[in-house]
């Protein structure tokens, strides 16, 4: 006699069927995913970088030398009191073993520090 509550080969072919396009999906939505926050990171840090930049050169009359010195380079207001604000005009997002700034595809960030301007390596978005 044959135990009726066992799986027959059928079932469990079936069931680990279900399970795989259950996971295949999940790793395209996973991956999408991924790559839209990638891309909305790319846009935050390229407005920031290019804020910075045209900061500078409001304040020191001049495009920085690099994205380096850009980074490494303080702002200082003084008064009577004292200094008002002591920052940086741009803190690092991610850096290289260079001390380049590297975009959220791990990519460097380009710089023209003749026209000031600031644009990813990585294929596909370099002329955002």
Do not use: C, H
Not at 14 to 43: D, K, Q, S
């Amino acid at each position: 006699m044959k135990d009726k509550s066992s799986l027959t080969l059928i079932e469990f072919i079936v069931a680990l069927g279900i399970i795989f396009i259950f996971l295949g999906a999940f790793a395209v939505n996973a991956t999408i995913a991924l790559r839209v926050g990638r891309e909305t990171a790319l846009r935050n840090e390229l407005e920031n970088i290019r804020m910075s930049v045209g900061y500078y050169q409001i304040i020191k009359g001049r495009f920085p030398e690099s994205l380096i010195a850009l980074m490494s380079q303080k702002i200082s207001f003084e008064d009577l009191n004292g200094v008002i604000f002591g920052k940086g005009f741009l803190k690092p997002f991610r850096i290289d073993q260079e001390g380049n700034l590297i975009d959220p595809f791990m990519s460097r960030y380009y710089y023209d520090k003749e026209r000031g301007v600031v644009y990813s390596l990585t294929k596909g978005y370099e002329s955002w």
